[in-house]
Nanobody
């Protein structure tokens, strides 16, 4: 049982950076795999990044590789998504999600049982 709250979104110009945060409740946060997904207006949910419980291995969608960095601070029950060199096509609602234990198929949204409310990222040209 986990509650997730995203923050850090906003309206920025292309080329700017943002750091999104996902704050989690509970005492077993380190045992959860955490993923970031995004949904642009009128589009399907898209996998962005994940950090795997136990190994702390990190994974990225090809579209964000090299610009986005996921990290976790278990002492603060928080996962971060650092976003650099923002592009207009990054505009979306960004969601934090969690699943207990490690995940083999970390890019499948249906494998995550807990979701935050989302934070809006808007990038202007």
């Amino acid at each position: 049982q986990v509650q997730l709250v995203e923050s850090g979104g906003g309206l920025v110009q292309a080329g700017a950076s943002l750091r999104l945060a996902c704050a989690a409740s509970g005492r077993t946060f380190s045992r959860y795999t955490v993923g970031w997904f995004r949904q642009a207006l009128g589009k399907d949910t898209e996998f962005v990044s994940a950090v795997i419980a136990g190994t702390d291995g990190t994974y990225y969608a090809d579209s964000v590789k090299g610009r986005f960095t996921i990290s976790r601070d278990n002492a603060k029950n928080t996962v971060y998504l650092q976003i650099n060199s923002l592009k207009p096509e990054d505009t979306a609602v960004y969601y934090c999600s969690a699943a207990y234990g490690d995940l083999t198929y970390y890019s499948r949204s249906g494998n995550y049982g807990y979701w935050g409310q989302g934070t809006q990222v808007t990038v202007s040209s």
